[in-house]
Structures are given as C-alpha cells and as structure tokens.
C-alpha cells in the first residue's frame, strides 16, 4: 500500500501537538481578576517547552503560521498566570509579554506577513493582562498594535478591553473613558450581538470602579438592556457599584434605586441568578458615608430578610453588618437611645442566627459599636447596662477575640459620666482585666481608670491610689519595654488632677515631681511625641497650690516657679486656665492687704489681656482679689464706679 511522505513541518506539529496536548495542571481559572496573577511553578503546560521547539523550529526553516499559532494559543491559555523568566522582565514574565517577543521575531521570520488572526491572539493576550497595578501599560502596547494593522470588530474589542481592565479602582475615569471611545467605535459598525453585548458589559465593568463615572454607567446599562441577549448579574452589580462610588448628593438613592429593582426582579422570578453581596454591601457603606444610618438598616434587611432566603449564594458577613452599626455611632452629636435599640436589635439578630450563618457571627467591632452607642446615646440607664454587654461579649466569643479596647470603651463611658460610683466601678473592671487569660490592661485603661479617680468625691482615697496605678504602670513598662505600657503625657497629666483636692501636705511638691519625672523621661525617650508635655499638667500644679494648705510661702514659690516655667517654655504658653489658678493661687496664699500681692495681680493680668485669654473665670477670681474698686479700675481701664 503507498503512503504519501510525512513532511519534516508535519513532524514537528505532530511533535508540538503531542506536548501541548498532555494533561495540564494549570489552576481551574487563570483569568482571576480578584487577586495577584498566579505564579506558576515550573512548565506545568508544555508551553515554555513548545516555546523552545518553535524557536529551533525557526532557527532550521521549517516554521509556519501553523507553528507559530499551535504556539501562540497555547500561550494565550495561560491568561493572566506569570512565570519565572531570566529575561528583561525582571524574573517573571506573562502571556503579553511573551506573546510581544515571539510576534516581533515572527514578523522579522515572515518579513512582516503575519495574519490579523496571529495579532488578535496578542491584542487578547494584552487584554487578558492589562490591570492598574502593573507598571507596564499594556493598554498603550494594545492600542499601538491596532493602529498598524488592519483590524476587525475583534481587534477593537481586545483594545477596549485592555483600557476597561487598566481602570483603577476609585481611580479617576481616564481608562473607563478611553474604553468607551472604543466601544463608540464599535457601535459604528455594529459587530455580532455577543460581542457587542460584551463590549457593553466590560465598559460598565470599569466605570463600576472609576471615579465620576455613574451617568455614563447609566447610559451604558441603558444601551445593553436592548440588546437581546440575557443581562448578566455582574452588569446589575456594577452599575450599583457605580453609583455607591459617586460622591454627589442623591448617588446613594439611586443605587438604592437599582438594588430594589434587581431585588424585586429576582424575587419575582425575572432574574434567576442570585444577586451578589457585594452590590448590597457598597449601597451600605454609600449610606455610612452620607450618614443615613437608618437608610443602610434599611437594605441590610432587604438583603438579609427578603433576598438572602431565596438567593443561597448570598453570605452577608460581619463586615456587612458591622458596617450598619459603625453607621449608627459614625456622628456622636447624633446618637440617641433610638439608635443604641437599632444597634441592639442588629446585634440581637447576628447572636440569634449566627449558628446557621457563621460569617455574621459578632466580633469585637461589634460590641465596641453597641457599647459607644450605650455610653453616647444620653441615657444614664445605659450605662448601667455596659459590664452585661461585656458579659454577653465575652460569652459570644469565648474571650478569644476579645480586645482591650472593649474594656477601654467601657471605662471611658464611666469617665465621661456623672455616676459617683465611677471610679469604684472601673476599678473592677481593672482587676477583671488583670485576672483575664484574654485581655491585659494597657496605658489607655491604666490612664482612663485615673481620670475616673480624679472625679472621685474621696479626694485622698482618688490620690493614693492614681500614684499607685501609675507606679504599678511604669514598673510593667520597665520590665517589659512595651510602648503600650508606656505611661504617657495624659496618664502625668491625670495623675496631677488627682492630687489637686488631697489633703496630704507634699501634693504640691509631688506633682511638680511627676512633671519634672515626665519631663525627663521625655528628653530621655528621644522626645516621644505621646510623653511630649502640655499646658495641662502646668495648669494642674498651680491649681494644686491654689487649693493648698501647708506652708503658703514655699507653696507658693513652687506654684511661681512652675507658672514662669511656663511662661518660659518654648512649644508651650499660658491659656486662660493657667491666669485662673495664677490669680486663684495669689489670692489664696499671699497677704491681700499687702503690695506684693497686687505686683502679682496687676503684672500677670497685664500678660493675660496681652496673650488674649482674659475669659469670665479670669474676672472673677480678680473680683475676688481684695483690690480696692480705684485699683480694679485702674487694671481694668474703666471708671471705678462701674466695677462690680
């Protein structure tokens, strides 16, 4: 029997074939756009060796066009995985790339003859890696190729797809317009459906993600509706998407306009494919950002009440809900006792459900939202309620991802609110901290708990036991090293205040001690910006003597030379408070009858109406200072008689 001869060309086929053709271990999905490129390890393909063959293919005359597409489609396969390389690509090399390498030694191979087919493959390759983050632009590369060639609708679509996919996220929408100019192109020559509906669906895609880009998206979703061709979920979403990322007033209704109708479309069955979290998401946070929080409450339970049954792909998650609940307490002028019950309710419902739903199980964030929203809302009772939340925090999550800040949120409610037994309370919630295998307390609990003290009707007990709490704090970090356990600037500060109405008789020289200890530990501490002094602690010590008892002269001498330290310093000046203790301190521990007394008075008021914080409290403590009415007049530049 005659068999015709086998063509040296056809053996090599044959031979690029057999390696192209072998079972592949590349990942189910290599175009993912939602993560890092994959990085292959090895030639898992055949294509690096087929690659090889083609150039030896080259280098002996025997390639064709049929090589070089055996080759070139088998390299587009890889969509956007990278690869090792030791070539100019720096170590790593993709489908562009490559395919850019082998179409300019094909053309010089070919001297120029290379069909549009060979450079739609490298203008899909292009597309398939074009992305924000890459510092080469393959976008450019696309539209370059396109215009020395002769192109068809296909040509153009890849080139306005690489402008779609290079759009950045809340970017502005340079990409997205570029992509657009394309498809405007496109729509000349009107192309088959498909492609003209993918088109449409690829530009919607990137003004999804620009900046400014919701009235175009809207024009573009408009024009894909009349197309005859199914609207696929993710046009739904993106034109959500859109309009969640235009920043101009009424953006957020208008993409609550469209997640209601694709809500209603799907519940009625118009839409079988399940809606995507991400689109009731972004609407959320659209609201978070306008501040409507009873608007973004309002889709969480659409999603989670009326679609979530239906749609099993839908998983909302803690984020989600979370994000409700940060909307609630976003604006501290706003929250109320309506919106702790609206908190209370959402976290009331992830604890109900959380068993069937795993990923709305309550975290940390959570609670810290519901706390705020109990300490913020202006109901005394609520506060009460604070430690139960904890319980019930801590008993939801087992301590694991309890946090310090919790604690934190709690102790800062009793400092900010007018319980007498405030002081009491957050130091058990100390010692809960302390005996806790989850959580230790930390400079902001250690300092929190102070300013608690310093409210404390026991000025003795609140000052022995501030000095104690701070030592007990600088003792930890000196162990340690911990700069969390680092006593700072607030915890001196506070710590000060607390001595201000003890009646032990050194408090005036041990708070000048505590400053000059910061001070130090400052200068020592290579000027930590969280120990750097403030006008507040100075303000303390001259409050301190003013409210002194015991020896009045050195008192005063240490209240004097803390005041002109004061006065002295180079980042700091006086305030109103500081002239307020001055003159109250004057008053109190000088002889008023005597013309020390009022050189003071007179010198330092002088300073004050120069530095422009003469304040009520200022007035009345030089009302008080036993000038006759022809000296008030005098230092305040009006007639005597008008002194009151």
């Known amino acids: 029997m005659n068999t015709s001869p086998v063509s040296i060309e056809d053996t090599y086929h044959s031979d690029l074939v057999r390696i192209l053709s072998k079972e592949s271990n590349l990942p189910k999905n290599p175009m993912q756009r939602t993560a890092k490129p994959f990085v292959l390890q090895g030639d898992v ?249 009873e608007k973004a409450e309002k889709v969480l339970w659409l999603m989670e009440k009326k679609v979530r049954p239906k749609a099993k792909s839908l998983k909302p998650t803690v984020f989600t809900y979370n994000n409700v609940c940060f909307a609630y307490v976003a604006d501290s002028e706003t929250i109320t006792t309506k919106s702790f019950d609206a908190i209370s309710n959402i976290v009331t419902y992830m604890e109900n459900n959380c068993k069937e739903q795993p990923l709305i199980k309550p975290d940390s964030y959570t609670y810290n939202a519901l706390i705020t929203a109990c300490t913020l809302s202006g109901n005394l009772r609520s506060i009460e309620q604070i430690e139960i939340l904890l319980d019930r925090m801590e008993a939801m999550l087992q301590g694991g991802n309890v946090t310090n800040k919790n604690f934190n949120v709690v102790m800062n409610a009793y400092a900010k609110s007018k319980d007498p037994e405030a002081a009491s309370k957050v130091l058990g919630l100390l010692k809960r901290m302390k005996e806790s295998n989850f959580v230790k307390p930390d400079t902001i609990t250690y300092t929190t708990v102070i300013e608690c003290l310093t409210k404390s009707a026991n000025a003795d007990f609140a000052a022995e036991t501030a000095l104690k709490l701070l030592a007990e704090l600088d003792k930890i970090y000196q162990t340690t090293r911990k700069e969390d356990m680092m006593p700072n600037a607030r915890t001196f500060a506070m710590t000060i205040l607390a001595l201000t109405k003890a009646s032990r008789k050194d408090k005036v020289q041990l708070a000048r001690r505590l400053l000059d200890q910061q001070i130090k530990v400052y200068e020592s501490n290579r000027q930590a910006p969280a120990l750097r002094p403030t006008v507040h602690p100075y303000n303390y010590i001259i409050n301190c003597a003013a409210n002194s008892e015991h020896d009045r002269i050195e008192t005063f001498k240490l209240a004097a030379k803390t005041y002109q330290d004061l006065r002295d310093h180079p980042d700091l000046k006086p305030d109103s408070y500081t002239y307020c203790f001055w003159f109250k301190t004057c008053n109190r521990l000088l002889p008023q009858d005597g013309k020390i007394h009022e050189k003071f008075i007179k010198l330092a008021f002088k300073q004050c109406c120069k530095e422009g914080v003469v304040s009520s409290q200022v007035l009345n403590q030089i009302r008080r200072s036993n000038l006759t009415y022809e000296q008030l007049g005098e230092l305040l530049e009006c007639e005597p008689r008008s002194v009151k």
Not at 124 to 146: F, G, H, T
Not at 240 to 266: H, N, Q
Request: charged residues 25%; contains cysteine.
């Open 45 to 293: 393909d055949g294509v690096e060796k087929s690659i090889r063959m083609l150039r030896h293919m080259m280098k002996v005359g025997v390639a064709t066009e049929k090589s070089f597409q055996l080759v070139f489609e088998a390299v587009l396969k890889r969509g956007r995985m990278q690869w090792i390389t030791s070539d100019v690509y720096g170590g790593k090399t993709c489908a562009a790339n490559e395919l850019e390498t082998l179409l300019m030694e094909m053309e010089e191979f070919f001297q120029g003859s290379v069909s549009l087919e060979i450079y739609n493959i490298v203008l899909d390759a292009y597309a398939n890696c074009a992305n924000s983050r890459s510092e080469i632009r393959y976008a450019e590369r696309a539209e370059e190729l396109l215009e020395r060639i002769e192109s068809d609708a296909c040509s153009v679509y890849h080139v306005l797809r690489a402008w779609a996919w290079q759009q950045g996220n809340r970017d502005v929408s340079q990409c997205a317009y570029k992509a657009n100019d394309y498809l405007q192109l496109l729509e000349e020559n009107p192309p088959e459906p498909v492609i003209l509906a993918k088109a449409y669906d690829v530009v919607l895609e990137a003004y999804s993600k620009a900046i400014g880009g919701a009235t175009s998206a809207d024009t573009i979703f408009s024009l894909r509706t009349r197309i005859d061709i199914p609207i696929p979920m993710d046009d739904h979403t993106n034109i959500i998407l859109a309009w969640t990322k235009d920043e101009r007033d009424g953006s957020a209704a208008k993409a609550t306009e469209y997640i209601e109708k694709l809500s209603e479309m799907y519940l009625t069955g118009e839409i079988t494919e399940d809606p995507e979290h991400i689109a009731f998401a972004a609407v959320i946070s659209a609201w978070r950002r306008a501040n409507k929080p």
